[in-house]
């Protein structure tokens, strides 16, 4: 995937992608796992920009990526942060930072859901 080139329109609307000095993609393009991975993380950062945003709240008929059982990880960050990381079969490992304060209310909700 060497120097492969994800940017956005001008308007935010769509997403741009380009070889070299922005020449155009070959008819066909094939990636190795660590390559998907690399794209996935670019375009998950372009993403992040672009309109319409993704919704703060989450939306009945949205779309999901459900990860069943994931596996996951608690652990102690700086400036008192507690990262939570949830590993989805295709996306890798996705890490929120949480302050304590929000990773207090995460824990009264799950304890108050799994009653």
Same mark, same amino acid.
């Given at each position: $995937? #060497?120097?492969?080139?994800?940017?956005? %329109?001008?308007? !935010?609307?769509?997403?741009?992608? %380009?070889?070299?000095?922005?020449?155009?993609? &070959?008819? !066909? /393009? =094939?990636?190795?796992?660590?390559?998907?991975?690399? /794209?996935?993380?670019?375009? =998950?950062? #372009?993403?992040?920009? $672009?309109? &319409?945003?993704?919704?703060?709240?989450?939306?009945?008929?949205?779309?999901?990526?459900?990860?069943?059982?994931?596996?996951?990880?608690?652990?102690?960050?700086?400036?008192?942060?507690?990262?939570?990381?949830?590993?989805?079969?295709?996306?890798?490992? *996705?890490?929120?930072?949480? %302050? !304590?304060?929000?990773?207090? !209310?995460?824990? *009264?909700?799950? %304890?108050?859901?799994?009653?």
């Amino acid at each position: $995937m #060497v120097g492969l080139n994800i940017t956005v %329109s001008p308007d !935010k609307r769509e997403l741009i992608i %380009s070889g070299p000095d922005g020449q155009e993609l &070959p008819g !066909k /393009l =094939v990636l190795e796992a660590t390559e998907i991975d690399d /794209l996935i993380r670019g375009l =998950v950062g #372009v993403r992040a920009g $672009m309109d &319409p945003p993704i919704p703060d709240t989450l939306e009945p008929t949205g779309r999901y990526y459900p990860a069943a059982n994931p596996r996951w990880v608690l652990r102690q960050e700086a400036f008192d942060q507690v990262a939570l990381g949830l590993q989805h079969r295709g996306l890798g490992w *996705v890490l929120n930072l949480f %302050s !304590k304060a929000q990773a207090q !209310k995460l824990a *009264v909700s799950l %304890s108050a859901i799994t009653r």
